[in-house]
């Protein structure tokens, strides 16, 4: 819904319609208004196994 606030706003232009009806806002120009929020010091945690000692080989590669 923000999005359309901000058209109703005129913050933004009205976006392009697709033959469907739906919007397609430019990308650049959301980038230039929204907020920005500070980056993320969250870890990403990977869990990877194999089913068979055969597959160690694979388990590496998926390191």
């Given at each position: 819904?923000?999005?359309?606030?901000?058209?109703?706003?005129?913050?933004i232009?009205?976006?392009?319609?697709?033959?469907?009806?739906?919007r397609?806002?430019?990308?650049?120009?959301?980038?230039?208004?929204?907020?920005?929020?500070?980056?993320?010091?969250?870890?990403?945690?990977?869990?990877?196994?194999?089913?068979?000692?055969?597959?160690?080989?694979?388990?590496?590669?998926?390191?």
């Amino acid at each position: 819904m923000t999005l359309r606030r901000w058209e109703t706003e005129g913050r933004i232009d009205p976006p392009l319609r697709t033959p469907g009806g739906r919007r397609r806002y430019d990308l650049a120009k959301l980038r230039a208004i929204a907020p920005h929020k500070a980056p993320s010091t969250r870890a990403t945690i990977a869990y990877a196994r194999v089913s068979t000692s055969g597959q160690k080989d694979d388990l590496v590669r998926q390191v």
